[in-house]
């Protein structure tokens, strides 16, 4: 009886030692895969991009005053930690919306609903980022396209004569970062007019970034998220433009998941954000933002 016992009891003993063997052979080969993405993407997929804290970036370029340019609300969640890192560093920075948002809400809302909507949103977005000041809403979503270059010219040179930004901040001129025509056309018109005016002794403009992605983060979106998916080589089989530096972004995680949120019942958004169930993961993806020079004096 007693040697039964003891049999059960080796037999229980080997097969825990089997299990607990097992499960250190799965950690093993979970840290050797965290270990491995953070390889790749440290040492290769960043391809040598430098990493700046965002103070020290604007110090260093004698950054004042930024005028973030984009085509509609919620596209400045792609910058918010950037703009949460000029507002501690000290830098006045101003969003510039140029559609109204009437292109977009939920079903059988009004036209009025809808852009009233979009428009509390932003100011939301500028009063938890600590943007200086807003403005939005210059031509309809739904016609943008329609309007003519001159028009959309004009109404961002007027901004920039009043606001008299020394630094822009806008979308990349080849993807928009994943294929929308309004993103690139925004960005290919704020770069002809700072070449317009590059002579002009009394234009403020000293340098425009674009936004584009890290190749890495690229190829995931490419993977997981569907708006990506759908829109990437919509307009263009090129790829985004790679980045020519990063912007440290990894202290402003509460204020990017803050951004975000103010846009929490927007399907596309969450799309664009597919960690945001996961704030470990998100941090360790969305812990720099990715530009390059579009223009340059």
Avoid at 112 to 119: K, L, M, P, S, T
Wanted: charged residues 25%; negative net charge.
């Amino acid at each position: 009886m007693m040697a039964s016992i003891g049999m059960i009891f080796a037999i229980k003993e080997k097969m825990m030692r089997r299990r607990y063997k097992f499960l250190g052979v799965l950690i093993g080969i979970a840290l050797f895969l965290v270990l491995g993405v953070i390889f790749a993407r440290k040492v290769y997929l960043e391809r040598g991009v430098p990493r700046y804290d965002i103070a020290q970036w604007a110090e260093t370029n004698e950054i004042n005053k930024v005028l973030v340019i984009f085509a509609h609300q919620d596209d400045e969640l792609l910058v918010a930690g950037t703009l949460a890192g000029l507002d501690l560093a000290g830098v006045e920075t101003m969003l510039l919306t140029l559609t109204n948002g009437d292109g977009s809400g939920a079903p059988g809302q009004s036209t009025e609903d809808r852009i009233a909507e979009r428009a509390a949103n932003l100011n939301n977005l500028a009063a938890v980022l600590q943007v200086d000041s807003v403005e939005q809403g210059f031509f309809s979503d739904s016609g943008f396209m329609d309007v003519s270059d001159d028009e959309i010219k004009q109404v961002i040179l007027e901004i920039i004569n009043d606001y008299q930004p020394d630094t822009i901040i806008t979308w990349d001129t080849v993807k928009g970062l994943y294929g929308h025509p309004h993103h690139i056309r925004v960005g290919q018109l704020v770069v002809e007019l700072c070449q317009e005016n590059r002579e002009n002794p009394e234009f403020p403009v000293d340098v425009v970034y674009g936004t584009t992605v890290s190749v890495w983060l690229r190829e995931i979106l490419k993977q997981i998220s569907p708006m990506y998916q759908e829109g990437y080589y919509r307009v263009n089989d090129e790829e985004s433009v790679e980045p020519e530096f990063s912007l440290a972004t990894s202290d402003f995680g509460d204020s990017r998941r803050a951004a975000f949120a103010v846009y929490a019942a927007e399907g596309a958004v969450q799309s664009l954000n597919p960690f945001s169930g996961s704030p470990m993961l998100e941090d360790f993806v969305f812990d720099r933002e990715y530009f390059y020079q579009s223009y340059g004096r």
